[in-house]
């Protein structure tokens, strides 16, 4: 029999002032678009993503006329779209309703007939990869089975690589002669491989694998017809940093940058130089590296968070821009020192918010990162809500985010805690959840948690603890390892119950959690059983808001489902959102009405 559990609250407004409520729900109404994506030889050719329709979707730009048009329009929304190398197609994947399981989708870039399916002999599956040429596409895909990447050329589609394990298609050469692969035959999706084929057989040229915790990354190859560099993330020295590799020779380019922190990058189109992307301390900025000379400048941004960039033929480098406080921009900064905003999407802007303020706590594993928020007025002792980010592999920034700002609205300190885990910290910090995640995790919050109520910044009696998908598993854990420090819990699409999550979850994720854990649950079932929240279920004793979609592949309803019912069998209060869709909404009025019926859930866990 299937248990009825108590509904999540819905309300019609959140807060009294007509204002602050119109305020909130500005920043998440407010359309907003990505940086434009394009190719080398059809430059004008572009698509981005934006929600100006009320859904996340897919646009075509064409620069030479200046004509915007919507290319998809699906009630679940659309995230992930690439133009072909000659910028006369739009490709997309077509996944139903959230579930991101699907195939790529094909259209002619200015319209004009329906979109088809791109490979019609390549299975559906999980994406893994997807690069266009003038004579070869490559896709990747992921099953159950593990992964398989196709290649078509002349009306002639082949699978030329299978494993059980994840792995990916990466970057085409220009010459289209050379395919990087990434691969974990070695047994640790964490720490990936790169491996380069050529592609008139797709026989092995050379095989790149720094060793055991060191993963490799290939970037993108030389944009010059004719090179085999490829530009690879390496992290030999303990953090994430570049080098060039000829796949030819096997001549190797380290590229050394007196910079803290971690960094991307790409090649500027003549292949003289690199757009480097730094991350340090919840911050990003970026510069110039002529390889020539080894020489870095700055390319001058505003402080605050770089969410992606590009390098156009003239020079002009486009860039994504926010902070705490403003909203975030598309902006180009040309060859010539010249900054402004590149993309002006239709209606207001949104309106912004708070700064956030860097703490830095001693824990036990070292110095732990933390962004603290805190509402207007001078007030001490404030009801505080610990917003755990996802990932794990992933990091809280000084960037704009409409969620963390209605928190503030409603009188909430905010802190944001980049736990061991995290990334941009150096790969010891990142893999130091190996063999015990989740737990590991905790141990920062808690330390984090006790400075933010020695300072006076916290009211012990009234912090919350929130987070999604992997936030969303930590905050489970949370209640249920650490009874008596927080007041209630909010857990949008969290691993639950684990085991019951790796049966049923994506075979990336599988691999994922083996290299994670140490193995499967069949082979270290100790661990699994002690960082699953379910194991702890019966020690929560806080009110808690669950929410989780139907069609997610990442956290299954059915784990989900498992923790609630024996939650149920408790008297603890609890209320469950289940939505139609996957690993969240992309969908702005679903993403409003999650965001009201959390803070409200808060609000009332506190009264």
Avoid at 265 to 288: C, K, N, Q, V
Wanted: aromatic share 10%; hydrophobic share 40%; charged share 25%.
């Amino acid at each position: 029999m299937t248990t009825q559990h108590p509904a999540a609250q819905v309300p019609d407004q959140l807060f009294a002032d007509p204002v602050v409520e119109a305020r909130w729900r500005a920043r998440f109404e407010a359309p907003r678009v990505s940086v434009p994506d394009w190719t080398l030889d059809a430059p004008d050719a572009n698509t981005y993503v934006s929600n100006a329709s009320g859904v996340w979707e897919v646009y075509a730009w064409d620069r030479s006329t200046g004509e915007h048009r919507q290319v998809t329009d699906r009630p679940n929304g659309t995230l992930h779209a690439t133009t072909s190398a000659d910028g006369k197609w739009i490709w997309w994947f077509n996944d139903t309703d959230g579930d991101e399981f699907g195939s790529w989708a094909r259209e002619p870039f200015a319209g004009g007939s329906a979109a088809a399916k791109a490979l019609a002999d390549v299975p559906d599956g999980y994406p893994a990869g997807l690069e266009i040429g003038h004579q070869l596409i490559a896709v990747g895909v992921s099953t159950d089975d593990g992964s398989a990447l196709y290649a078509h050329r002349d009306g002639t589609t082949v699978c030329f690589y299978t494993h059980e394990d994840d792995a990916g298609v990466s970057v085409l050469s220009r010459d289209e002669r050379l395919l990087a692969i990434s691969h974990s035959e070695h047994g640790d999706s964490r720490h990936p491989a790169v491996r380069v084929l050529a592609c008139d057989g797709f026989t092995t040229v050379a095989d790149k694998w720094d060793g055991e915790g060191k993963g490799l990354t290939a970037l993108a190859f030389s944009p010059r017809h004719g090179d085999t560099r490829l530009l690879v993330v390496h992290e030999r020295r303990g953090r994430e940093e570049l080098l060039i590799w000829d796949v030819a020779t096997g001549a190797e380019q380290e590229i050394e940058l007196d910079l803290p922190g971690e960094v991307s990058g790409d090649w500027y189109p003549e292949a003289d130089a690199l757009l480097i992307m730094h991350f340090h301390e919840g911050r990003s900025t970026l510069h110039r590296y002529d390889l020539a000379t080894g020489v870095r400048s700055s390319v001058d941004t505003p402080a605050g968070w770089i969410g992606d960039a590009s390098v156009r033929p003239d020079g002009a480098v486009e860039y994504s821009w926010s902070n705490a406080a403003q909203p975030t921009l598309v902006r180009a900064r040309a060859a010539d020192g010249t900054d402004a905003v590149l993309l002006t999407p239709p209606g207001d802007q949104a309106p912004g918010s708070l700064p956030v303020t860097d703490a830095f706590v001693t824990g036990p594993g070292g110095r732990i990162h933390a962004l603290v928020s805190r509402p207007e007025g001078d007030g001490t002792a404030l009801p505080t809500v610990f917003l755990l980010h996802g990932g794990p592999h992933a990091a809280d920034e000084d960037r704009f985010s409409g969620y963390r700002a209605v928190w503030l609205d409603a009188g909430f300190a905010v802190v944001e805690v980049n736990y061991r885990g995290s990334t941009g910290y150096g790969s010891a910090w990142r893999d130091a959840i190996e063999g015990r995640p989740g737990i590991t995790e905790l141990e920062d919050v808690a330390a984090v948690h006790d400075w933010a109520v020695s300072s006076g910044l916290a009211d012990p009696a009234r912090c919350i603890v929130a987070g999604a998908s992997w936030g969303g598993y930590l905050t489970l854990l949370a209640l249920g390892t650490q009874p008596g420090r927080w007041a209630a819990g909010v857990a949008g699409v969290p691993v639950a119950d684990y085991v019951a999550a790796y049966e049923d979850e994506m075979e990336q994720l599988r691999s994922f959690d083996r290299a994670l854990f140490g193995g499967s649950p069949t082979d270290v079932p100790a661990v699994y059983e002690e960082c699953s929240p379910i194991t702890y279920v019966d020690n929560v004793d806080v009110p808690v808001l669950v929410l989780a979609g139907d069609n997610d592949p990442r956290c299954p309803i059915r784990q989900v489902e498992n923790y609630l019912d024996r939650l149920a069998a408790r008297a603890v209060p609890y209320e469950f959102y289940r939505y139609d869709a996957g690993h969240g909404s992309l969908v702005i009025a679903e993403t409003i009405k999650q965001t009201a019926i959390e803070v409200h859930f808060a609000l009332r866990a506190l009264r």
